[in-house]
């Protein structure tokens, strides 16, 4: 080995030594960012020794990826961020900390593979360098305050030192450079970190040290330094605040009487929703899990402005459009103490115009809270009657007449749950055993007909999805095994008059299957059927959807597909001319390298936990996105009604 080679190995294990040994010391002071980044420095050192060695031939790439991070964010940007938790009280959480780092190591590896980035790097690590040893002119400025003369001046002759480094880097050729033992640019660069990031480390604990013994000795506290600086000062500087509070009140009195007579008094005032046909207005409504106390249904316009909202009680799962009588309808749970207490059920009448209610029907209080809402409370097809399903575990269902706002009788429908309307008076539900119960009510809301059907599918072979869709006297079911059944109910008949498979043979293969909460949507002018579909083996069909399939209803034929901007788990489909597609998602908003790393240390709850909801909306026709919905208040909703 060359005297030379000797040199640059001493050079750059005294980097090794520095970044592991001052690394595990800042993160003893509990300062997470330069304790990391100086591990970094560290490794990127190691692979180098371990490159010249020829130990491993991926430890070229190591360093030069690492070497490309600590230039131009881990000791820059990172390391100026660590810095101000001295300098200027400031620091991160623990997530944007990783945050931090995730971005950092993605945009390095953006520098390090793609060529119009690559061609910036010599640029931008000059600059992230200059703008570093800028910021370090705070700690100087700090250490001559705090009488630290002698870190204030080895970090201006640092500073100069390494403002040479970066200058030598990658503009300037050293004479003899591969030759020479001392003057090149490995044996320079690496000595002058090494110092640097040495004294970094003395001036910030001498720092460190200096702004506690600084604190008043009046304070006993248990608070963060940040907090306590500033308690010291608010204790210290007590009396100008009450003489300065006292100067501000007696001024703020006597402009008072003149100030009150320029504002003009508001008055509160309902708002009136103009007429919403063929606006594209559509509700979005769910439990509001995990709390489920206080649910809410919101109302968007077109162009995703939120134009008003209700709320709907505990576990909501039901709000009911009247048109013809021009009234909302809202299934509502109760109790006396919030949490516990006295329960109420009952069914709310909403205006359509103002949002507010108009009067409340008391119901027995047994209605279903369920996670799905298809068939859970329905309108008679005249809209005279409400059907409201009930579990306790026994299965029931309550009929209210909404012409005499009263509860007329509950219907015992045991092992038969969704309901799905099916002329003026009658209605069927899907029992456990294939078949359909059929109701029939007279004009006072009395049971005539109550009668079961023989089995219309095999629940044990190909399970039914209770998340149907309906155009005319037909309603499309979609079971486990990717059948469409398209059952035809009314007065007088109840028979399957169509099936189909979702899928090809290919698309079976490929394990593609329904999806999500509320899974179906029509447009029933133009008679197509959509179902959301993703990729995953069969106990996934509750799962987030990926794409939209659509079939002609009549032919049972697929037609179109749109693909999704993000995973879905509720769609709907906008009636009449142009219609829009509305799909309520999952979205993790993040880089997929902080997911990753949240999913690696926290597991799937940790990524279930950083989930919010959008809403996006789509040209049927073409398939195009139009918008994304954001900011929805925290809660699980799972339905969305075109109105």
Known sequence: MSSRDMMIYTAVSSLVWVGFYYGYRFLKLKNDMLGYEWFFLAVSATNVILDKAGVFEFSAYV??????????????????????????????????????????????????????????LPVASMLAAVLFLIFCGCIVQQAFKYKLILHGWLMVVLIVLNLFVAAIQDFMVLPNEDTAVFFNKWVIETLAWSLIFTEIFYVYRALARKKEWHRPTVIHSEKTPIEANFNSLWVGNVDMFKRLACYFMLGTSLQLPLALADIPVEQARVETLAAHD??????????????????????????????????????????????????????????????????????????????????????????????????????SDDERFLLVLNFTPAQSISIVDLDADRFVSEVETPGCASIYPAGKRDFYAICGDGGFLHLRLGEQGQVLIQQRSKPLFDPLKDLLSTAASRIGDTWYFVSRESQVYAIQMGPDQLRVSRQWSLLSGDERKDDWRMSGIQHTAVHAASGRLFVLMHQGGPDTFQEPGTEVWVFDANQGKKIQTIKLAEQSISIGVSPGVQPRLYSVDWVLQMPWLASAWIYLTEGQDGVLRRLQQDINLYDVESGAHLRTITGLPYGYLNMVLPW
């Open 63 to 120: 360093w030069h990826y690492l070497d490309t991070f600590s230039k131009l964010f881990g000791v820059t940007v990172i390391g100026a961020i660590g810095l101000m938790k001295v300098t200027h009280n400031f620091e991160l959480s623990k997530g944007k900390e990783v945050l931090v780092f995730v971005v950092a190591l993605v945009l390095s590896y953006g520098f390090e593979t793609l060529d119009f980035m690559r061609a910036a």
């Open 278 to 379: 063929g606006q594209h207005w559509f509700w979005v409504w769910g439990n509001r899990a995990p709390t489920q106390l206080d649910g809410r249904a919101f109302l968007f316009d077109d162009s995703g402005k939120m134009l008003g909202q209700l709320d709907t009680g505990f576990w909501f799962n039901s709000l009911l459009p009247a048109q013809s009588r021009n009234e909302l309808f809202s299934v509502e749970t109760y109790f006396s103490r919030g949490t516990r207490g006295t329960r109420s059920d009952m069914v709310t009448v909403y205006d359509p115009q103002t949002l507010a209610p108009k009067r409340e029907i008391p119901i027995p209080s047994k209605r279903i809270n369920a996670l799905g809402n298809t068939g859970l409370s329905v309108l």
